[in-house]
């Protein structure tokens, strides 16, 4: 037998017996090394580069092996250069040319801010990609204020992927960069990318267009036909309107140029009519910076994503003790709709505006018919509650229907109406949203009998003539879902059956072909889950998940999570900012960077904003500067109603505010808390 196991194992052949490899680690250094001393004696070297008369030995397989360049002109047969026995390099210099073959011969590349444009130019020329990854991460590590314009140049001729990472650094230290006046040395493209991105750390507004300004000058015969075009990204709207009015106008191309004229009577008329401020879509209207994600209850708090905590922004008394209370972000202003005051005891029809530009709530025109456990939704222009019911005095869990099952709300008339679509039934808890001048309405609870059944269908509603169109059916039946609508598609999230459960099935809808499709299932780890809030912020869905123990449950337990709508996985999020309750509600607005950085006065605007005798407004913590005399408000106090002045009298309405910001650590364990 053992002989027989002898013959076996000697027929084997090699891949079939137990290989165990070993490496040298040193050889490939001691094979680099070799070659290069070749090199240096001319052993073996069979071409000769040439570049500004300077020659060069190489191997050619030394060179098709490390460069894409020298792959595609040496191994093709039909290149003369495939032959031949010097090859003339013109686009590159000696010294570029030494530091590339220094490289390929030791995979050590020597740079230095004197000579990292030349050796660039070498290696993107020769194509050696992982000396151009040298380049790439040498610009990183040596960019600064003083040289990163210098660097944006050299990434930019060179279209090399570090571009994007030193226009960000521009982008976010451009106060800094400007003090020596290399921006002027910015080609237009360059400039351009700068103003049209909302990571643009130069403000106020005014000083964006200063810097075009002197942009321009700094070469007027060759540069004031760009005027226009840069104008076209600067934010007039967010200026002060005696800013635009006597420091921007004065200027000639303001007045000459027929787009510069067209922005400009744009943004008079923006500073002219304040509520159609609240329904602007104009790009110039837009507040300069990225989103933050907001938590709402009783106080409203921002989440630094920097440091990912969330910091205290101000008290909220448009939301203090006012229970299932809707809220919807329309044109970056905050709406809170409805609800159950706990002051009053009883269904409110009470409506406020945050404006995110001041950091004020105001009160704005109420509901027709007090509502709670209805639905918001808003377009450019409009807002649109549906459903709901009303309780007596006293009585959270309202039963009675609302008489009404739609109602539009014009933000630019600041009036309510209610809409005629008798072939829509008043729901309670139903999922809605806005999309083309139709409302879309699904799930929810009917409330025309006592078992209060869950809606099976799905409707589209005409904003403008009320008729109602049946769709299809969602493939779950759940009440209070949150509908998004996005990119020609409405996105069915969260929402519960008919025994409070979870419905964790996510659907998409889409507009043309109206079907349902399940894109994902949100994951179950507890008997009884819910959302309790939910708010899209680009592809992600953040949503908070409450566990408890059934409807009768006296705890509760709130996590955080997010939801990618285009990778359709799950993540966890930052914890919520204490105190936190069923009432926090998440949402995504855009604030002015001086109120971000902190410790910076944040202007009321009040002098063009003239609001109606029915607003108030919710001052969040701030002092006023200068005078020790002017009147001051304590946290979330209501101010004065009536018009407001926009004499320099109205100290309260004029002075500059001090946001007080604390922050909150989160806790590394999940909060239970009391009902």
Known sequence: DDEQTITDSTNKTISELDLRTRKAYQFKTSVLERLREQRNSREFCDLVLCAENEKFNVHKCVLVASSDYFEAMISRSGMQEATADTIELKDITANGLRAVLEFIYTGELSLSIENIAEVLRAVTHLQVNHAIKLCEEFLIE?????????????????????????NKFVLRNFPKVALNEGFKRLTYEQILYLIRSNEFRLYPEIKVFDMCVEWLKSDEKNRMIYASSLMEHVRFQT?????????????????????????????????????????????????????????????????????????????????????????????????????????NRETTNACYRFDPRTGLWSEIARLCEKRQFFSLAGSNECLVAVGGVYGDKGNFYATHPCSTAIEVYSIEKDQWRTLACTDLPILKWPGACVAENFAFVIGGKHTDGLNHRLSENSYMVDLESGHVTICAAPLTVRFNPTVFYQNKRLILFGGEDDKYRLAPCIEMYDLATNQWTEIATIPVSHSYQCISSSSIMGDKIHYLLEEHDGPSSESYILKSSYFDIEKRTFERSVQLPHPSTLASKWCSLVFPQQFLDGCQTFDNHESHHHHNHHHHHYHPHYNHYPSDNAPRHSLGEISSGGDVSSSSTNSASNSPMIYQRHRYYPELHHRTCSN
């Not at 960019?143 to 030193?166: G, Q, R």
């Not at 309107?241 to 420091?247: A, G, H, I, R, S």
């Not at 027929?258 to 002219?272: D, K, L, Q, T, V």
Request: net charge negative.
């Open 239 to 343: 200026m002060k309107p005696e800013e635009f009015n006597d420091l921007v106008m004065p200027h000639n191309f303001m007045k000459t140029d027929p787009n510069c004229i067209r922005y400009a009577f744009e943004a008079y008329s923006y500073f002219s009519l304040p509520n159609r401020q609240y329904c602007s879509t104009s790009p110039r209207s837009k507040i300069r910076n990225e989103a933050s994600l907001v938590c709402v209850n009783e106080s409203m708090y921002i989440l630094n994503k920097h440091d990912d905590v969330w910091e205290y922004m101000c008290n909220s008394l448009a939301t203090w003790r006012t229970l299932s209370q809707k809220f919807v972000v329309v044109n970056n202003f905050l709406y809170a709709c409805g609800g159950y005051s706990e002051n």
């Open 142 to 166: 040596e960019t600064t204020v003083d040289n990163c314009i210098d660097v944006l140049s050299l990434a930019d001729l060179f279209s090399i992927p570090v571009l994007e990472k030193i």
